[in-house]
């Protein structure tokens, strides 16, 4: 098992360009979520799906989009990069109940310059 | 507004010296109260969830407690390999959504 794995690892973006990051799972979770993480702010959510076909805002959407089209999958859109979307990007899934931990992925660190 | 606020901010110990990371926490309705440890350059690792006031978790070296307001993790003689940063987070009771702290960073000296 893989667990959760993310694509690409380390990206260099110019303000305006677009990209999409890629999130997958092998563990059959129906929940995926992306986060970011910056100094001193923590983990904050950007948008979660309950299940394929699926997605919700969390806390710090804007500026980001995102799709689920399979289970095992889940991606991650910035349309028109700015500096502040510079970040580490994390990936989770978990099981459909709410309660249940989530397995993260490596992250993804993203500078927009 | 929902908040979730670690303290401190970074704790340093002597192998040995046991203490306890904060996590107080102000959310409209609690679904659950997650304890992850992240080592650098890597994402979270889960520890523990606490669903109600009163109910405690332990693994190894580590302790979680929860209380109507706030959620304690004591460690017990820490060892250099306990040093991390320990996030703890809340899941919303009106939705899925999750709240991190910014995190404890925790060194254990030799």
């Known amino acids: 098992n893989a667990g959760v794995t993310q694509t690409p690892k380390f990206r260099v973006l110019k303000t305006g360009q677009s990209m999409t990051l890629l999130c997958a799972q092998d563990m059959n979770h129906e929940y995926m979520y992306w986060y970011r993480q910056d100094p001193g702010m923590g983990l904050r959510l950007i948008h979660y799906?309950?299940?394929?076909?699926?997605?919700a805002k969390g806390e710090v959407p804007d500026g980001y989009n995102v799709s689920r089209l399979k289970k095992q999958n889940f991606l991650l859109g910035l349309e028109s990069a700015a500096p502040s979307q510079t970040s580490v990007y994390f990936c989770a899934s978990s099981y459909s109940r709410p309660s249940n931990e989530q397995f993260f992925g490596p992250g993804t660190r993203l500078t927009v310059l | 507004e929902d908040q979730v606020t670690q303290s401190p901010e970074a704790l340093r110990l002597q192998e040995g010296e046991s203490s306890s990371l904060n996590c107080s926490y102000t959310?409209?309705?609690?679904?659950?109260l997650f304890w992850y440890r992240q080592d650098p350059g890597k994402g979270p690792e889960f520890l523990f969830t606490?669903?109600?006031a009163g109910e405690e978790k332990e693994k190894e070296r580590l302790k979680a407690t929860l209380t109507k307001k706030e959620s304690f993790l004591h460690i017990t003689a820490p060892k250099p390999e306990d040093s991390a940063t320990y996030l703890c987070a809340v899941r919303l009771r009106n939705n899925n959504d999750m709240r991190f702290g910014a995190g404890t960073r925790l060194t254990v000296k030799p």
């Open positions: 799906s309950v299940g394929e076909g699926t997605t």
């Open positions: 959310v409209s309705g609690l679904r659950g």
């Open positions: 606490l669903y109600s």
